[in-house]
């Protein structure tokens, strides 16, 4: 493999935590929250809750700001707030500014929407998205993107919204990215199709492996990421679902630190290359809703085989088991809970290790701030709407990674907590956008997106 060039010695170049979170059951990226009668719509609002290349290879874009580099881990006594602040101030003033637009979106259906009958005359939407950000890492940025929503049958009451969303990014930096992503219901609901085409350059940081990586730890690298996924699940009986999906990826690595533990090319992946697998997961989903549910339960178990049966350069395996429950709680309330352990074994790149933080697995930790090949979680999530579009959240979460079974035991536990706002953009879908903020141990996060964590 070609050996990736280095940065110029003690250059730092830092990219925020942004993606689109990705969690492996049938949820659409964040744009497809936008539904309703066919009509092309931009909106400007996403100056300031931009879109952003994946944290890690392979992965999607996300409405986001993730945590600060100013607070990013280890112990500080006067910590630089300045970057918060305007993350805050950046992030509500998008907010602010969306509100008027998707109010507008919201009253563009007829009154009965609500009704089986203004469902069944549900109409596809094609959205435009165009979005300039500016950060001290990426500098001046612009774009792209869209997304077209639709659903099948004749039965639109009881079909899920599908979705095919594209997008394209650039900054001065000469950071570029871009995705398609269609995910598609069919037969009432019977047959899930999925696939993802991305292509990114973008800036990413890296700690170490391990529960106990230190913030003075951190190298920069830019990788260059090639990804397809492709997927297919089918109804077995009521809520259960069984799937199957292929995985490739391509990953070149552009530029390292010198001297770095990534330079050293002795962990997996440093030198990128070419990955290639096949999995299969079961599903049970008893939600009410995809979007925002309010009761019922999703759990998954899934599994991932990468070899050189499939094209692969390296042997690996990856398990995961998501269990997720939605308690209805009086006026409205729900609660939130989930549970998540991940597991891999044999030569596991270091970008496909088990990753803990950025905006679903424990926010208010950078993304990957710790990563090996075990993750365990739990985290709970407290919403309530205050009035019919505006609600509130409170979370916390538990997590740790781990190399193996034999230390999930000893596992030092990293404790996150935060608190959100929501805007309920369509109510009929449950469509919303959301601002969190996170505190993790002596670290800070700040998202803006237009997905439920979980």
């Known amino acids: 493999m070609p050996e990736p060039r280095r940065r110029g010695a003690g250059l730092k170049e830092h990219v925020a935590d942004a993606h689109l979170a990705h969690d492996g059951h049938p949820v659409g990226p964040a744009a497809r929250h936008r539904r309703g009668h066919s009509f092309l719509r931009c909106h400007p609002a996403f100056l300031a809750a931009r879109i952003a290349p994946?944290?890690?290879?392979?992965?999607?874009p996300r409405f986001t700001t993730g945590p600060s580099d100013a607070m990013m881990g280890g112990t500080m006594d006067r910590p630089d707030i300045s970057k918060p602040l305007f993350a805050v101030t950046t992030a509500l003033l998008a907010v602010i500014l969306f509100a008027g637009p998707a109010a507008a979106i919201a009253q563009d259906t007829p009154a009965d929407e609500d009704t089986e009958a203004g469902l069944q005359a549900?109409?596809?939407?094609?959205?435009?998205?165009?979005?300039?950000?500016?950060?001290?890492?990426?500098?001046?940025?612009?774009?792209?993107?869209?997304?077209?929503?639709?659903?099948?049958?004749?039965?639109?009451?009881?079909?899920?919204?599908s979705s095919v969303w594209a997008y394209a990014s650039y900054n001065l930096a000469r950071q570029f990215s871009a995705l398609l992503k269609p995910d598609i219901y069919l037969k009432g609901n019977s047959l899930f199709l999925?696939?993802?085409?991305?292509?990114?350059?973008?800036?990413?940081?890296?700690?170490?492996?391990?529960?106990?990586?230190?913030?003075s730890d951190e190298e920069s690298y830019t990788p260059r990421v090639f990804a397809v996924q492709i997927g297919v699940k089918r109804r077995i009986a009521g809520g259960l679902f069984g799937g199957l999906r292929f995985d490739v990826e391509k990953v070149t690595m552009e530029e390292v630190e010198p001297g770095g533990l990534l330079d050293a090319g002795d962990i997996a992946g440093s030198r990128g290359g070419l990955h290639a697998g096949i999995g299969a997961s079961l599903d049970w989903d008893t939600r009410d809703a995809v979007l925002f549910p309010r009761r019922g339960s999703f759990h998954q178990v899934s599994a991932d085989v990468y070899g050189a049966i499939a094209g692969s350069d390296f042997s690996f395996s990856r398990f995961k088991l998501d269990l997720r429950r939605y308690v209805p709680l009086r006026g409205g309330r729900v609660l939130a809970l989930q549970a998540y352990l991940f597991s891999a074994g044999g030569e596991v790149p270091f970008y496909k290790?088990?990753?803990?933080?950025?905006?679903?697995?424990?926010?208010?930790?950078?993304?990957?701030r710790f990563r090996d090949k075990g993750l365990a979680l739990v985290q709970a999530e407290f919403r309530a709407l205050l009035t019919d579009r505006i609600g509130v959240v409170g979370f916390f979460g538990l997590a740790g990674v781990f190399p193996g079974w034999v230390e999930l035991g000893r596992v030092k536990i990293k404790p996150c907590v935060g608190a959100?706002?929501?805007?309920?953009?369509?109510?009929?879908?449950?469509?919303?956008?959301?601002?969190?903020l996170a505190w993790g141990r002596a670290s800070f996060g700040l998202y803006a997106t237009a997905q439920e964590a979980f």
């Open 122 to 161: 549900y109409k596809a939407r094609l959205i435009g998205l165009p979005f300039v950000y500016y950060t001290p890492e990426t500098q001046l940025a612009f774009g792209a993107g869209g997304v077209f929503n639709f659903r099948t049958g004749r039965k639109k009451a009881e079909a899920r919204t």
């Open 420 to 436: 959100g706002l929501r805007y309920v953009i369509n109510k009929r879908d449950g469509t919303t956008v959301r601002l969190d």
């Open 353 to 368: 290790l088990g990753l803990l933080g950025g905006e679903s697995l424990m926010r208010g930790y950078y993304k990957g």
């Open 54 to 60: 994946g944290r890690g290879p392979g992965q999607g």
């Open 194 to 215: 999925s696939g993802t085409f991305s292509y990114e350059r973008a800036p990413q940081k890296f700690f170490g492996v391990g529960n106990d990586t230190r913030e």
